[in-house]
């Protein structure tokens, strides 16, 4: 059986990492790791179109990197492949920016790296973020769904 993630390339590493460094700095020595997520995901009724997660001890084990003997990641973030391959850059900062302002960090804590719920039905900054198109992730949601009902009919 084919496994359900894969590791994101650099090109997904940039984005975050610019947004990071825009609008996050607290979050600047954080370790993220990116993954694409192979399969559909539903969660409440809603198709989900990335995740983040604040590692646990065994994700931080295996997400060590070898090379520098690094710690492992902080968070990992999860994205769903099949969207990803089809949206453009706007879209992938709209989606990336909600789930680093999941992260909370926690400057007196021995892991500062938390994460935090939803303020609203998101988050307040994510209003301003994305004035120019509120609507954004129906439209994203509503674009995955139809592609998964695509590929239904073409099997
Ligand atoms: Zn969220």
Not at 88 to 106: A, S
Request: with cysteine.
């Amino acid at each position: 059986m084919p496994i359900r993630y894969e590791e994101c390339g650099q090109a997904e590493y940039d984005l975050l990492n610019q947004l990071i460094s825009e609008k996050f700095r607290e979050l600047v020595n954080a370790k993220f790791r990116l993954f694409f997520d192979l399969k559909k995901h539903i969660s409440q009724g809603s198709i989900v179109l990335a995740q983040i997660f604040m590692s646990d001890e065994l994700t931080r084990l295996l997400t060590v990197d070898e090379a520098t003997m690094e710690s492992g990641a902080d968070y990992c973030i999860m994205l769903d492949a099949k969207l990803w391959r089809d949206i453009d850059d706007v879209l992938k900062r709209r989606i990336l920016f909600h789930e680093i302002q999941h992260c909370n960090f926690d400057a007196e804590s021995k892991r500062p790296y938390k994460i935090r719920g939803h303020e609203i039905e998101g988050f307040f900054a994510e209003v301003e973020f994305n004035a120019d198109n509120p609507t954004w992730k129906s439209e994203a949601a509503e674009l995955l769904r139809a592609m998964y009902e695509q590929e239904k009919d073409d099997k």
